[in-house]
């Protein structure tokens, strides 16, 4: 019983796991700094780390499926990803 996994599969679970990894190394940090200065500089680290995993993440997902699809459906699903970082950065401004 040898259950293959794809590699582009392997390396986005291991990019999540890593990034929720520092979600929880960030948030048990942000408990013994006590400081709410300190704590905004951590949860703003937090924000660079988030779009860059999603993008990486996407792009092996990409690299994976490139070959299973047209340009067209490449262009929607990249015109998706930017509207979230777009929402993402125009929230952030808000604030």
Do not use: H
């Given at each position: 019983?040898?259950?293959?996994?794809?590699?582009?599969?392997?390396?986005?679970?291991?990019?999540?796991?890593?990034s929720?990894?520092i979600?929880?190394f960030?948030a048990?940090l942000?408990?013994k700094?006590?400081?709410?200065?300190?704590?905004?500089i951590?949860?703003?680290?937090?924000?660079?780390?988030?779009?860059i995993?999603?993008i990486?993440?996407t792009?092996?997902?990409?690299?994976g499926?490139?070959?299973?699809?047209?340009v067209?459906?490449?262009?929607?699903?990249?015109?998706?990803?930017?509207?979230?970082?777009?929402g993402v950065?125009?929230?952030?401004?808000?604030?």
């Open positions: 019983m040898f259950i293959f996994i794809e590699k582009a599969i392997v390396a986005m679970a291991v990019l999540r796991l890593i929720g990894s979600e929880v960030a048990l942000i408990l700094l006590n400081d709410i200065k300190k704590t905004l951590v949860n703003s680290s937090l924000a660079l780390i988030g779009p995993i999603l990486v993440t792009t092996i997902g990409f690299l499926i490139s070959d299973k699809m047209n067209t459906k490449f262009l929607w699903i990249f015109g998706g990803v930017a509207c979230i970082l777009y950065k125009s929230n952030e401004q808000l604030n």
